[in-house]
């Protein structure tokens, strides 16, 4: 009889179980992507680029929190290729994260299906090509992260929802351009400004209504300021951030970066310009493109709007103002809440310097004076496999030093839930953008000169809000602070194209001695093998 009993209320647990299984499996999503290259005339002239499925940009993402991602990307192209998924975390999942240094690249005439999940995370983000130069030719998307129903976010919904993707732009082919590079010889300046992908394009709302505009900079090098001729901008995300709702005439937004502003159509019915132009450059490129009012008659007319261009001041003021909504639900580093950023000590700093330099006569970028190239076997397959020779973790230190630079393929070693400060210090001239895959982290000061302990009397240790890529102005230093809670091989780099090409990055390896799939899952099934890794046993 006890027997009997305890035989039920086990099968009454199993049933309970395998119903809550089914429940906490989230929707699933497939994609079949086929990458071409194609003609187009953004800059008017025709020139090659990289077309997905046919589109120029690339297909938008629109997934919600949790869901799982299937995507089955077909190479077509004469050259490897492999996408990455700029700000999605990929939790204990760096397999997926589509750079070298974790994937092999997708041979041409072949595929691999990428298998993720956008978890705990909503907001604006992107996806591009991280092989060779394909950047420079198109392979890049918008990628919106809505919220599940019933978890509110801290606006209404707006009526409508307009992903623009800007970014500065050559008309030269993408394989020329990596060649100069190849040769020692840094990118000219860029030929123009795309607003997705076109020089004209327009957006239209009706008068009244209250509009998303998600802003991305998918160019290579440039800063870009965005605006909208006659409208207020309220900013309320920044890469994942629900921000203080301020309101802006205009915002800047650097390379690698998004935001998320509403946008009220309380004007005259009419049309309206919307332009993004280059920051800090001495030459200004500018986009414009039309916001029209449904009940519009009257075409845009007057000036365009005018924004900033050199002024660096005012863009570190703007930036400063950028603060987290303390009382926002939905999505969170820490979901739990367990602790708040600025009541923890940092269990490490590291002090990352960047600089340009010649290496053998050729143009090089490097930090704390290493140089990184990519090696023919990714770094993640070659600790899974315990390949030896494939990277150093000796060459890279956590602070800058004196001397020579040098090429290495460098891995900076981390330990799991490491609480860590990062200094981004910026001896150069140009501005800096900084990012980190596997993460979102707080983005806690900004100053000129150079960084001391002293400046973290400074720091934004109550509001500041987390983003996966930042800023950091000539001559100046920006600090963030992030939690090495995800296990992997995470991607440090310069979101400005050329210094990531020839070496302004690095790899952090946040590791954790005890092998658990509760900290990182196991090799994809489907993982494709190059290099070194070729012939072992997954
Ligand atoms: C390539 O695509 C086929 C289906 O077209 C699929 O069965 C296979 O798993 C894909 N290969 C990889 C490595 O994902
Ligand atoms: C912060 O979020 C709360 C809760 O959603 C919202 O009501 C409030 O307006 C927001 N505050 C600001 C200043 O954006």
Redesign the pocket.
């Known amino acids: 009889m006890a027997k009997a009993v305890s035989l039920h209320v086990i099968c009454g647990i199993l049933a309970a179980l395998v119903v809550s299984l089914v429940k906490a499996d989230d929707p699933y999503r497939y994609y079949t992507w086929t990458v071409t290259y194609g003609t187009r005339s953004p800059l008017g002239v025709p020139q090659q680029v990289i077309l997905i499925n046919d589109q120029f940009p690339g297909p938008r993402l629109e997934v919600v929190t949790n869901d799982n991602i299937i995507l089955?990307l077909i190479n077509k192209l004469d050259q490897p290729f492999l996408l990455t998924w700029n700000g999605i975390k990929q939790r204990k999942n760096s397999w997926q994260d589509g750079v070298l240094g974790t994937n092999c690249a997708i041979q041409p005439n072949s595929?691999?299906?990428y298998k993720f999940q956008t978890k705990d995370q909503i907001g604006s983000y992107t996806y591009f090509p991280s092989t060779l130069l394909h950047k420079a030719a198109g392979g890049f998307g918008g990628l919106n992260v809505y919220e599940r129903p019933r978890i509110p976010i801290p606006f209404p919904n707006p009526d409508g929802d307009f992903t623009l993707l800007v970014g500065d732009w050559y008309k030269t082919n993408h394989k020329t351009l990596q060649q100069s590079l190849d040769s020692g010889i840094s990118l000219p300046f860029p030929d123009g400004v795309l607003i997705n992908g076109q020089a004209q394009n327009t957006f239209s709302g009706d008068q009244g209504k209250v509009y998303m505009f998600r802003i991305s900079n998918v160019g290579l090098a440039t800063s870009l300021n965005f605006r909208i001729q006659g409208h207020k901008l309220k900013l309320v995300e920044v890469e994942g951030s629900h921000t203080l709702q301020s309101i802006y005439d205009s915002l800047d937004v650097h390379v690698g970066q998004s935001v998320a502003m509403l946008v009220t159509l309380d004007q005259p019915p009419k049309d309206y310009y919307i332009v993004t132009s280059t920051r800090f450059t001495k030459r200004v490129l500018t986009a414009a493109a039309v916001l029209h009012y449904t009940n519009s008659h009257t075409p845009v007319s007057g000036p365009l709007p005018i924004g900033p261009t050199y002024q660096i001041h005012w863009s570190v003021k703007q930036a400063r103002t950028f603060r987290w909504n303390l009382t926002a639900s939905a999505a969170r580093p820490n979901p739990q809440g367990s602790f708040h950023y600025g009541k923890i000590m940092p269990t490490k700093t590291i002090l990352l310097a960047n600089s340009a330099s010649l290496i053998n006569g050729k143009q090089r970028y490097s930090i704390n004076r290493v140089s990184y190239i990519n090696p023919d076997t990714p770094l993640k397959l070659a600790d899974h496999f315990s390949i030896p020779g494939v990277f150093s973790v000796d060459a890279i230190q956590t602070l800058p030093s004196s001397g020579p630079t040098f090429i290495a393929t460098s891995v900076m070693p981390a330990s799991l839930h490491d609480f860590t400060e990062v200094v981004f210090q910026n001896n150069e001239k140009t501005i800096q953008s900084w990012h980190l895959d596997g993460y979102d982290f707080w983005v806690v000061g900004y100053g000129f000169g150079q960084w001391t302990p002293a400046k973290r009397r400074s720091y934004n240790l109550v509001d500041a809000l987390t983003r996966h890529t930042a800023q950091v102005y000539p001559n100046s230093w920006t600090t963030i602070l992030v939690s090495l809670d995800n296990q992997g091989m995470w991607n440090m780099r310069s979101a400005i194209w050329e210094r990531q090409y020839l070496g302004q990055q690095f790899y952090l390896r946040v590791w954790n001695a005890v092998h658990n799939l509760a900290n990182e899952y196991d090799l994809p099934t489907?993982v494709?093998l190059c290099g070194k890794a070729i012939g072992r046993h997954p």
């Open positions: 089955n595929n691999y299906t489907n494709v």
